[in-house]
């Protein structure tokens, strides 16, 4: 490009100039014998132009020029036809664009001075190119529906399949329903007016392995008039191995043993009848008392619940081993509170406290009111919050190296039990062991990163591994490639595309256990969900973007008549030149 002029076909240009180049020379050749007769010089400069001439109607001259007012309307899934004639009749010469996701309209948007978008809006994954352009998003109206899905992809067998969500318009004495992978039903719920409502659904999955629920819209008749695939992974429930150490039997561990036998943990109690004689109590798991603790004898243990007194009175070897299978071997530890423990001080009871004076407190379920000790836990960076809501927390652990150890400032929750709030209960105490108990080694953990994975659309997701080489295959035994985290080298990110409806796996070459599944969406499944999604999306990614145009410079063909008018010239001349002089 010089001074604003380029070429059409700039790909041509080197192979034009040394064809005309050749041209030329050739030209000269021929011509040489008769340098003596005068008409040498004044041909080879019309040769020249000549030549020159062809070679600009081979490459098309442009010349740039500013361009400030040149709009572009982009068409996205559920544009409105009404909208798109009312916008073409107020701003004149819009360039219309019409958005698929799998093709690219970058040289289209590059001649554009700002852009106006309609329908749902963009994927989120092309967001970057408009980022040089001025746009404004003109959102559709949120589609009646549902606009709100949440439900826990994987889950262990036996544990609760709750779908949560919100309905946005739906038809009055319509209905919802649950359905297993065989069709059948398994929870229901009757809308009964037509405004926003907010819908739980629940199940219990009878069997591990990938299945795909649906959840079904039927009218009043029972007719169906939508479907949408819940893809869930059950996983065989890995035994837990819990260890529950008391001075003097209680009746919070009491319930407490009892209830995690009934969830299925293995369970040990361990009470100290008089010095140095003690009852033991076994539940789903064969006898096998406890005397010393030593860290070989704490690896057989997922979790150790033990009261505070009982911990603090161990010597400090026993303390040493506790405090070492936390941090080597990821064991958790769950001290039961007492008086005892809020006045230890935070180098040696791992928590710090402060006296709040309060002896009740409110949980946000059903505003069920719990006893408490009168204090707080001073807030730390190091402390995690284990069932946060937004009045406060309860419970609180703390890493320690590979494990955690945890409390409470609750005081009898069994008491919870007695009130027939079986399900409070509950909740507390899975939450408390879910967040402590030993984590299971896997050589692979893998995360997705992309909420509706669609065929042909890019699937992101990360995995964390230890191993020295890794590598990823596709659904299609394609290696993907992997984006190691230059702070965190035991951290991968990476992108595929997935060519299939439904299952699709990625594997770890040569080992087919560590694999991990996901499911691909057909493009017409949960379509209110994704538009919404979408169009907030998009409102917040072209909020606040600014609206001025931008400059932009194109080049614009110059008209090749000249160059033709050159070229004719220039051969009539070549023509006649020889005649003239034969005749002289």
């Known amino acids: ?228 695939p819940i893809p869930i992974t059950i996983l065989e429930k890995e035994p837990v191995r819990i260890l529950i150490l008391n001075t003097f039997p209680t009746f919070e561990t009491k319930y407490l043993k009892n209830f995690l036998a009934d969830e299925g943990y293995e369970v040990t109690v361990r009470s100290q009848l008089t010095k140095g004689k003690y009852k033991f109590e076994y539940f789903n798991t064969k006898a096998s008392p406890i005397y010393q603790f030593s860290s070989e004898s704490l690896k057989q243990y997922d979790a150790v619940i033990v009261d505070t007194e009982t911990y603090f009175n161990f010597g400090k070897s026993v303390k040493s081993n506790f405090e070492n299978s936390i941090h080597e071997n990821g064991l958790g530890l769950f001290i039961q509170p007492s008086e005892k423990l809020f006045n230890l001080g935070a180098k040696t009871s791992y928590f710090s406290f402060k006296r709040d004076g309060r002896n009740e407190f409110q949980l946000p379920i059903g505003n069920i009111t719990v006893e408490k000790y009168p204090f707080r836990f001073n807030n730390a960076f190091a402390l995690n919050p284990i069932n946060a809501h937004e009045l406060g927390n309860l419970s609180y652990y703390k890493q320690l190296g590979l494990g955690r150890v945890a409390t409470t400032t609750l005081l009898n929750s069994y008491q919870l039990l007695l009130k027939g709030e079986e399900q409070a209960y509950a909740k507390i105490w899975t939450q408390i062991l879910d967040k402590i108990v030993k984590q299971k080694e896997q050589a692979v953990d893998w995360e997705s990163q992309t909420a509706f994975p669609k065929e042909g659309e890019p699937f992101n997701f990360e995995l964390r591994t230890n191993l020295e080489e890794i590598s990823v295959l596709n659904n299609e035994g394609n290696r993907v490639p992997l984006l190691q985290n230059s702070t965190v080298p035991f951290k991968y990110s990476a992108t595929t595309y997935p060519k299939k409806k439904g299952w699709n796996t990625l594997a770890v070459e040569g080992d087919s256990t560590t694999s991990f599944s996901y499911y691909v969406f057909g493009a017409n499944d949960w379509e209110s969900l994704r538009a919404s999604k979408k169009i907030a999306a998009n409102k917040k990614q072209f909020s606040n973007d600014s609206k001025e145009n931008r400059t932009v410079m194109v080049n614009r063909p110059i008209s090749t008549m000249l160059f033709y008018i050159l070229l004719l010239l220039g051969v009539g001349w070549l023509w006649l030149s020889p005649k003239l002089y034969t005749d002289n």
């Open 1 to 228: 490009m010089i001074n604003g002029f380029s070429f059409a076909q700039k790909e041509l240009l080197i192979p034009v100039i040394l064809g005309s180049l050749l041209v030329f020379v050739a030209f000269l050749v021929k011509e040489w014998n008769t340098r003596s007769s005068g008409r040498f010089a004044l041909n080879s400069v019309v040769a020249f132009g000549t030549v020159l001439a062809l070679m600009c109607i081979v490459l098309e001259p442009t010349k740039q020029v500013e361009m400030q007012h040149q709009q572009g309307l982009l068409l996205t899934s559920g544009f409105v036809k009404d909208q798109q004639d009312s916008l073409v009749r107020v701003y004149k010469g819009l360039e219309i664009l019409e958005y698929n996701p799998k093709k690219s309209i970058r040289a289209s948007l590059d001649f554009l001075t700002s852009v106006l978008v309609i329908g749902n809006g963009l994927e989120e994954f092309d967001f970057y190119k408009l980022d040089s352009i001025p746009t404004t998003y003109l959102p559709n109206e949120v589609p009646s529906g549902i606009t709100r899905l949440k439900f826990t992809q994987r889950l262990n067998l036996g544990e609760d399949l709750i779908v949560k969500g919100e309905y946005d318009q739906p038809k009055k004495s319509s209905f919802l329903v649950l359905q297993d992978s065989r069709g059948n039903g398994l929870d229901s719920l009757q809308f009964s007016d037509a405004s926003i409502l907010d819908f739980s659904l629940k199940a219990v999955p009878k069997v591990s392995g990938n299945f795909v629920y649906q959840l079904v819209e039927k009218d009043s008749l029972g007719n169906r008039i939508e479907t949408n």
